[in-house]
């Protein structure tokens, strides 16, 4: 080690990619500069690529000195400079130098750059979300030109040819205007952008350093030089007295024919570029001491994985490849391929949350090892947020550097609650996420809930406390949450931002009622504190908006900001990027996300520029990421235990390999291999929550005592009873009754709610005589109870069309059946039999009797939708109406006395075409008194059967009706589950 820095520079150092980048970077630096003192060591300088690698270097450095105490060299990351923060602004470096713009502020800028801009794009832009977005984009553009030291000058002039779309056009006067105005913006506010203050830097310190540089240690460990300006200053550190350069993963194994056709989309194509501008050669890098001990005992990994990645040219004679790397190992006497493959594993999951869950399950599995370290290394951040929750299982909080979308975070989702709110004041799904919130300090939301926010929404506050009349002491907090609603709402069609930013930021402290300091108190808090403080700062000179465009704005505003939590994690599992992981090694990776269009990521797309007009620029090609996303996997790849982790289908969509990973089949398919599975990894997954195996349920069967079943049942729960018995031990048993759900739509019950109530209105407002207008009134009272029933305003155009033509059906009926008949509705009847647990009472509410002179009572049923067919009535199944013909022969209507049962029908009222139906199902005389003979035995049959103790109550014992019907208890008897898996002793 003594010989690191003797001779004179340049000095470019490699670590292979199989070896732990910051644990063999430290000891190296540990084992040269300990012996000089702790002041040596503190004394130098390191530059990484992140914060991330700062702090894993740290780690390294106390692992290297076997946990004693040290002082660290200076680590400091290159992508995030920091004002006065040696050594990137020793001296007057940065004086004369404008602060960096904060990022809100520049978007806040951009889109109203964007918005003054509107006239020279055809149409403008629809909204300030649309217009945020091309701002978005015009700041991407903004940092390729000054990433890349892009002079534009006046070269856009000639940059579109006469041929090209009017599109790049259109494209090319913007992008003038605003290459114009926005660097006048930035003098006027005294300020700069980001990235160019940060090349700006860069390009200054390597001057420094070049002209006069450091005495002391410096080392630039683990960048590859994306940008120009970092390339210049690695040259310089690498050209110090005592300064070095260390390469992750550089690939000295690569033929120099293979070298010379890297471009940007292969894994060496960014150490390529870095080192032709050095003017160093690919033999000329060194070895770096501290990995050559043991170099040799992951290379064979090393050289199949950049094997796998050769330029696509160069691919053509890998069974040449094959042999040669087999007839160098036949020296050691191994097989490369296998001993690469070694420690190298493949997981392919179904789903997105069946890799989440094998993930999580193979980073505990690590943990049972004391010491044992795991890491999930993925750009997809969906799948590293989905394994920090299936984690949280076990307790386990892993050192994610992730975070999550302020959007997700509760103060964002509050944020996002009460802008929706300021849309759909009525939402009920939306009101009781604002009562709900754990912020939300309104009181108990209980009856509330129940009475006014379940079902149909209510069309008006006043209609919403109407619904509280039975429960006064709701009211205070429906006023309350009215108050604050309407605090939200817009003065005009369109405000600005700023202002609906206040309003929304009352309303959240309003609902908070005591508790803001929690509100805004943590990261999540304070970042959206920050959110709403610049829109009402920095939001007044954004476009105007609506109430949904501010919605959205927001949406987007948050959905763009990362909180990151810190706090207490697991010392021994961290959830990495992959930019992250070059530098962090763990004794397990699990590398997941390898999907075309998730690692690699698919090229951005830029509204602005075409490809040809990009080149011209001097701009990188879109494909340049994918270069340095394949150096990162290759990275990674190569660590001792590696899990490629890959999703079979994403979104429901099938999905394809990622690139490398099918190279690397590939190559192992060639050489008559394959990858190792690991089924038992989806074994678990699948079985996690079942850990003795999947065993369905069972039909259920429950056998109350006897003394609990009911004594009486209407008609409809015998038809229940009939059909599903266990409905009738739920409702009428254990009293479960359904409630109905957050703004449920008013469809086919409120319909057969509405026609009920209108034929019984009508009935009785004309029990003789008709009115002349009779189909008019009666399509004015089934309106009027269909808005009762809750019918969105949507709906009730359609409705009153279908209400003329049913109308009409129903005046000509009333004027056939009217002529020597007496109209009852909704009259009360019973029966009691005899059973053997004692008398049982059968009730019916009959929708219409039609007593006749002659002594028969013609009974009608009203339907929306289709009527029980004459087999289904004939058989029992649909005992309703044979019932209630049961309870009329027998007197058990008081009303009407006994009479002979007359017609049985439904009528069916549709309004389509026919409008309605009369449908009988048994005719006055011997038919319908035998039907209702029938039904009588039957039912005493039926209650005789569940008198028995033996008798259960299943679910479903007419599984032909199961999709005709559903019933509101068929999840709680998990139908689906027992019905299509089959019961024991049945297919």
Same mark, same amino acid.
């Given at each position: 080690?003594?010989?690191?820095?003797?001779?004179?520079?340049?000095?470019?150092?490699?670590?292979?990619?199989?070896?732990?980048?910051?644990?063999?970077?430290?000891?190296?630096?540990?084992?040269?500069?300990?012996?000089?003192?702790?002041?040596?060591?503190?004394?130098?300088?390191?530059?990484?690529?992140?914060?991330?690698?700062?702090?894993?270097?740290?780690?390294?450095?106390?692992?290297?000195?076997?946990?004693?105490?040290?002082?660290?060299?200076?680590?400091?990351?290159?992508?995030?400079?920091?004002?006065?923060?040696?050594?990137?602004?020793?001296?007057?470096?940065?004086?004369?130098?404008?602060?960096?713009?904060?990022?809100?502020?520049?978007?806040?800028?951009?889109?109203?750059?964007?918005?003054?801009?509107?006239?020279?794009?055809?149409?403008?832009?629809?909204?300030?979300?649309?217009?945020?977005?091309?701002?978005?984009?015009?700041?991407?553009?903004?940092?390729?030109?000054?990433?890349?030291?892009?002079?534009?000058?006046?070269?856009?002039?000639?940059?579109?040819?006469?041929?090209?779309?009017?599109?790049?056009?259109?494209?090319?006067?913007?992008?003038?205007?605003?290459?114009?105005?926005?660097?006048?913006?930035?003098?006027?506010?005294?300020?700069?952008?980001?990235?160019?203050?940060?090349?700006?830097?860069?390009?200054?310190?390597?001057?420094?350093?070049?002209?006069?540089?450091?005495?002391?240690?410096?080392?630039?460990?683990?960048?590859?030089?994306?940008?120009?300006?970092?390339?210049?200053?690695?040259?310089?550190?690498?050209?110090?007295?005592?300064?070095?350069?260390?390469?992750?993963?550089?690939?000295?194994?690569?033929?120099?024919?293979?070298?010379?056709?890297?471009?940007?989309?292969?894994?060496?194509?960014?150490?390529?570029?870095?080192?032709?501008?050095?003017?160093?050669?690919?033999?000329?890098?060194?070895?770096?001491?501290?990995?050559?001990?043991?170099?040799?005992?992951?290379?064979?990994?090393?050289?199949?994985?950049?094997?796998?990645?050769?330029?696509?040219?160069?691919?053509?004679?890998?069974?040449?490849?094959?042999?040669?790397?087999?007839?160098?190992?036949?020296?050691?006497?191994?097989?490369?391929?296998?001993?690469?493959?070694?420690?190298?594993?493949?997981?392919?999951?179904?789903?997105?949350?069946?890799?989440?869950?094998?993930?999580?399950?193979?980073?505990?599995?690590?943990?049972?090892?004391?010491?044992?370290?795991?890491?999930?290394?993925?750009?997809?951040?969906?799948?590293?947020?989905?394994?920090?929750?299936?984690?949280?299982?076990?307790?386990?909080?892993?050192?994610?550097?992730?975070?999550?979308?302020?959007?997700?975070?509760?103060?964002?989702?509050?944020?996002?609650?009460?802008?929706?709110?300021?849309?759909?004041?009525?939402?009920?799904?939306?009101?009781?996420?604002?009562?709900?919130?754990?912020?939300?300090?309104?009181?108990?939301?209980?009856?509330?809930?129940?009475?006014?926010?379940?079902?149909?929404?209510?069309?008006?506050?006043?209609?919403?406390?109407?619904?509280?009349?039975?429960?006064?002491?709701?009211?205070?907090?429906?006023?309350?949450?009215?108050?604050?609603?309407?605090?939200?709402?817009?003065?005009?069609?369109?405000?600005?931002?700023?202002?609906?930013?206040?309003?929304?930021?009352?309303?959240?402290?309003?609902?908070?009622?005591?508790?803001?300091?929690?509100?805004?108190?943590?990261?999540?808090?304070?970042?959206?504190?920050?959110?709403?403080?610049?829109?009402?700062?920095?939001?007044?000179?954004?476009?105007?908006?609506?109430?949904?465009?501010?919605?959205?704005?927001?949406?987007?505003?948050?959905?763009?900001?990362?909180?990151?939590?810190?706090?207490?994690?697991?010392?021994?599992?961290?959830?990495?990027?992959?930019?992250?992981?070059?530098?962090?090694?763990?004794?397990?990776?699990?590398?997941?996300?390898?999907?075309?269009?998730?690692?690699?990521?698919?090229?951005?797309?830029?509204?602005?520029?075409?490809?040809?007009?990009?080149?011209?620029?001097?701009?990188?090609?879109?494909?340049?990421?994918?270069?340095?996303?394949?150096?990162?996997?290759?990275?990674?790849?190569?660590?001792?235990?590696?899990?490629?982790?890959?999703?079979?289908?994403?979104?429901?969509?099938?999905?394809?390999?990622?690139?490398?990973?099918?190279?690397?089949?590939?190559? *192992? !398919?060639?050489? &008559?291999? @394959? /990858?190792?599975?690991?089924? +038992?990894?989806? #074994?678990? $997954?699948?079985?996690? %929550?079942? =850990?003795?195996?999947?065993?369905?349920?069972?039909?259920?069967?429950?056998?109350?005592?006897?003394?609990?079943?009911?004594?009486?049942?209407?008609?409809?729960?015998?038809?229940?009873?009939?059909?599903?018995?266990?409905?009738?031990?739920?409702?009428?048993?254990?009293?479960?009754?359904?409630?109905?759900?957050?703004?449920?739509?008013?469809? *086919? !019950?409120?319909? &057969?709610? @509405? /026609?009920?109530?209108?034929? +019984?209105?009508? #009935?009785? $407002?004309?029990?003789? %005589?008709? =009115?002349?207008?009779?189909?008019?009134?009666?399509?004015?009272?089934?309106?009027?109870?269909?808005?009762?029933?809750?019918?969105?305003?949507?709906?009730?155009?359609?409705?009153?069309?279908?209400?003329?033509?049913?109308?009409?059906?129903?005046?000509?009926?009333?004027?056939?059946?009217?002529?020597?008949?007496?109209?009852?509705?909704?009259?009360?009847?019973?029966?009691?039999?005899?059973?053997?647990?004692?008398?049982?009472?059968?009730?019916?509410?009959?929708?219409?009797?039609?007593?006749?002179?002659?002594?028969?009572?013609?009974?009608?049923?009203?339907?929306?939708?289709?009527?029980?067919?004459?087999?289904?009535?004939?058989?029992?199944?649909?005992?309703?109406?044979?019932?209630?013909?049961?309870?009329?022969?027998?007197?058990?209507?008081?009303?009407?006395?006994?009479?002979?049962?007359?017609?049985?029908?439904?009528?069916?009222?549709?309004?389509?075409?026919?409008?309605?139906?009369?449908?009988?199902?048994?005719?006055?005389?011997?038919?319908?008194?035998?039907?209702?003979?029938?039904?009588?035995?039957?039912?005493?049959?039926?209650?005789?059967?569940?008198?028995?103790?033996?008798?259960?109550?299943?679910?479903?014992?007419?599984?032909?009706?199961?999709?005709?019907?559903?019933?509101?208890?068929?999840?709680?008897?998990?139908?689906?589950?027992?019905?299509?898996?089959?019961?024991?002793?049945?297919?």
């Amino acid at each position: 080690m003594s010989g690191l820095f003797d001779g004179a520079g340049p000095r470019w150092y490699n670590i292979p990619a199989q070896r732990p980048f910051a644990e063999d970077l430290a000891q190296g630096l540990f084992d040269l500069l300990a012996g000089d003192g702790p002041e040596a060591l503190a004394d130098a300088v390191i530059l990484t690529p992140t914060r991330r690698g700062a702090r894993a270097l740290s780690d390294a450095f106390l692992h290297a000195a076997g946990g004693r105490a040290i002082l660290p060299p200076q680590m400091r990351p290159l992508g995030d400079l920091e004002a006065g923060e040696p050594p990137f602004e020793p001296g007057d470096l940065a004086l004369d130098l404008p602060a960096a713009i904060d990022p809100l502020k520049r978007r806040f800028e951009l889109t109203r750059l964007v918005a003054e801009l509107a006239a020279l794009l055809p149409g403008g832009f629809a909204t300030a979300s649309a217009a945020l977005d091309l701002a978005d984009a015009l700041g991407r553009f903004f940092d390729g030109l000054q990433i890349e030291e892009v002079e534009v000058g006046d070269r856009l002039a000639g940059l579109v040819d006469a041929e090209l779309a009017e599109h790049w056009q259109v494209s090319r006067g913007f992008l003038e205007a605003a290459l114009t105005a926005w660097p006048k913006r930035l003098e006027a506010l005294g300020v700069v952008d980001v990235s160019e203050r940060r090349v700006r830097l860069l390009r200054r310190l390597a001057a420094v350093w070049t002209a006069n540089p450091p005495k002391g240690v410096l080392v630039a460990a683990g960048s590859t030089g994306t940008a120009k300006a970092t390339r210049e200053l690695l040259i310089a550190v690498a050209q110090a007295p005592r300064g070095c350069v260390v390469l992750p993963g550089l690939d000295q194994n690569l033929a120099d024919k293979a070298w010379a056709k890297v471009d940007v989309q292969h894994p060496q194509g960014a150490l390529r570029r870095l080192l032709e501008q050095a003017g160093i050669a690919k033999a000329e890098v060194e070895l770096w001491p501290a990995s050559i001990s043991a170099e040799s005992a992951g290379r064979w990994r090393r050289r199949i994985v950049n094997e796998a990645l050769r330029p696509a040219e160069e691919t053509a004679d890998w069974l040449q490849v094959i042999a040669a790397l087999r007839k160098e190992g036949a020296r050691d006497g191994v097989d490369p391929i296998a001993e690469g493959l070694k420690g190298l594993s493949l997981v392919s999951a179904r789903t997105e949350e069946e890799a989440a869950t094998a993930t999580a399950l193979l980073l505990r599995e690590a943990l049972e090892t004391p010491a044992r370290t795991a890491a999930l290394v993925t750009p997809d951040q969906v799948l590293a947020r989905r394994v920090t929750a299936k984690l949280a299982r076990w307790g386990v909080i892993p050192d994610s550097s992730v975070g999550e979308s302020l959007a997700g975070c509760r103060c964002g989702a509050l944020a996002g609650l009460a802008a929706r709110a300021a849309v759909d004041p009525l939402d009920p799904v939306t009101l009781l996420g604002l009562l709900k919130h754990p912020f939300s300090r309104l009181g108990p939301s209980e009856t509330l809930e129940r009475l006014a926010l379940r079902g149909p929404r209510p069309r008006s506050w006043d209609e919403l406390k109407a619904r509280l009349a039975e429960a006064p002491e709701a009211l205070p907090l429906a006023e309350r949450l009215e108050a604050i609603v309407e605090g939200l709402g817009w003065p005009d069609e369109l405000d600005s931002p700023a202002q609906a930013a206040r309003r929304t930021a009352a309303a959240m402290e309003a609902l908070a009622a005591g508790g803001e300091d929690e509100l805004w108190a943590g990261h999540g808090g304070e970042a959206m504190s920050r959110l709403l403080s610049a829109l009402v700062q920095d939001g007044g000179d954004l476009p105007q908006v609506t109430e949904r465009g501010f919605a959205d704005l927001l949406s987007r505003l948050m959905d763009g900001e990362t909180v990151r939590s810190g706090g207490a994690t697991h010392p021994r599992l961290r959830i990495l990027g992959a930019i992250e992981a070059r530098l962090v090694r763990a004794d397990r990776l699990v590398v997941a996300g390898l999907e075309e269009g998730v690692w690699p990521g698919g090229a951005a797309l830029d509204p602005f520029l075409s490809r040809p007009m990009r080149e011209t620029l001097g701009l990188p090609s879109p494909e340049r990421r994918i270069g340095l996303a394949a150096h990162d996997f290759a990275q990674a790849a190569c660590a001792p235990e590696v899990i490629l982790l890959h999703t079979e289908r994403r979104e429901g969509a099938p999905s394809v390999k990622s690139r490398w990973l099918w190279r690397l089949e590939t190559l *192992a !398919r060639g050489a &008559g291999l @394959a /990858i190792p599975e690991r089924p +038992e990894v989806l #074994a678990w $997954a699948r079985n996690v %929550d079942a =850990p003795d195996g999947y065993s369905p349920a069972k039909r259920p069967a429950p056998r109350p005592p006897v003394a609990d079943r009911p004594r009486e049942l209407a008609v409809t729960r015998i038809e229940s009873l009939t059909r599903d018995p266990y409905a009738v031990w739920a409702r009428d048993i254990l009293r479960l009754y359904p409630l109905n759900r957050p703004d449920e739509t008013a469809d *086919a !019950r409120a319909r &057969g709610t @509405a /026609i009920h109530a209108a034929f +019984e209105r009508f #009935a009785e $407002a004309y029990p003789a %005589d008709l =009115p002349p207008d009779a189909a008019a009134t009666f399509a004015s009272l089934y309106l009027e109870e269909l808005e009762r029933a809750g019918l969105p305003h949507e709906a009730m155009a359609r409705e009153a069309a279908l209400a003329v033509e049913a109308a009409e059906w129903v005046a000509d009926l009333e004027h056939e059946r009217r002529d020597g008949r007496t109209i009852h509705v909704e009259l009360k009847g019973e029966r009691t039999i005899s059973a053997p647990a004692g008398p049982f009472k059968v009730t019916a509410r009959a929708d219409r009797i039609e007593a006749t002179a002659e002594g028969y009572g013609h009974i009608l049923d009203y339907k929306t939708g289709k009527a029980p067919s004459k087999k289904e009535v004939a058989t029992g199944f649909s005992p309703q109406l044979t019932l209630t013909a049961a309870i009329l022969q027998a007197g058990g209507f008081p009303e009407l006395g006994r009479l002979e049962p007359g017609d049985l029908t439904y009528l069916e009222i549709t309004g389509r075409k026919p409008a309605g139906k009369v449908e009988i199902r048994a005719l006055a005389g011997d038919e319908s008194a035998e039907a209702a003979a029938k039904a009588l035995a039957g039912l005493a049959e039926l209650v005789a059967r569940f008198d028995s103790p033996g008798q259960p109550y299943l679910s479903r014992v007419a599984p032909q009706f199961v999709k005709a019907r559903v019933s509101d208890y068929d999840h709680l008897a998990r139908v689906f589950e027992w019905s299509t898996s089959g019961e024991e002793g049945e297919e």
